[in-house]
């Protein structure tokens, strides 16, 4: 069965830092691209990041360029998500997600709340 | 990178038919096809219904099915149930660097 578990994540003062952890379980880890996707509190689903299986290739949306950073440790089966400089509008459930365009599955996400 | 353009609402009665839209541009819904369907209940992950515009993942009921043309996309539930209230969101591929959702629609079943 196919598991993604994120972790990592909490409240956090503006300007701090996270890493957000996805545990990954029942595929084959090295053979997916893999995403972080987040949502607002009652907002819809914005795309964040992504790596390709090898770890060779990374993109990121523009509003979070320069400050988070996607990256895999394959022989771990993790995803992770650096994510430094916070701002309030990055206040969201994460969730890690499996695909290249279409994503047939989804973690249970890891709320983040920036705030003072 | 902005937003496809998803109807707030839709609504239907059970048993009738119901088609959410998704707009782009010819830089991500017109230019590749790469457009995925994802239905939400509250509080839980989204779940795959469609991928590359008509695709139905296994377990994904024959009610759902995607189209697309040109710039927009379209999701048709038929036979509407009442499991089938839900947000539902499109997303489509923007480039090799990108993928892009839209804002959602909330279906109700009336």
């Known amino acids: 069965e196919v598991q993604l578990v994120e972790s990592g994540g909490g409240l956090v003062q503006p300007g701090g830092s996270l890493r957000l952890s996805c545990a990954a379980s029942?595929?084959?880890?090295?053979?997916?691209?893999m995403n972080w996707v987040r949502q607002a509190p009652g907002k819809g689903l914005e795309w964040v990041a992504k790596?390709?299986?090898?770890?060779?290739?990374?993109y990121h949306v523009d509003s979070v360029k320069g400050r988070f950073t996607i990256s895999r440790d394959n022989a771990k089966n993790s995803l992770y998500l650096q994510m430094n400089s916070l701002r309030a509008e990055d206040s969201a459930v994460y969730y890690c997600?499996?695909?290249?365009?279409?994503?047939?599955?989804w973690g249970l996400g890891t709320l983040v709340t920036v705030s003072s | 990178q902005s937003a496809l353009t998803q109807p707030p609402s839709a609504s239907g009665s059970p048993g009738q038919s119901v088609t959410i839209s998704c707009t782009g541009t010819?830089?991500?819904?017109?230019?590749?096809?790469?457009v995925s369907w994802y239905q939400q209940y509250p509080g839980k992950a989204p779940k795959l219904m469609i991928y590359?515009?008509?695709k139905r993942p296994s377990g994904v009921p024959d009610r759902f099915s995607g189209s697309k043309s040109g710039n927009t996309a379209s999701l048709t539930v038929s036979g509407l149930q009442a499991e089938d209230e839900a947000d539902y969101y499109c997303?489509?591929?923007?480039?090799?660097?990108?993928?892009?959702f839209g804002g959602g629609t909330k279906l109700t079943v009336l």
């Open positions: 010819n830089s991500d819904v017109g230019g590749y096809n790469f």
């Open positions: 590359e515009v008509t």
């Open positions: 997303s489509s591929c923007a480039g090799s660097n990108n993928l892009v």
């Open positions: 790596i390709k299986a090898d770890g060779s290739e990374k």
């Open positions: 997600a499996r695909g290249q365009y279409g994503f047939g599955y």
């Open positions: 029942g595929f084959a880890f090295t053979a997916y691209w």
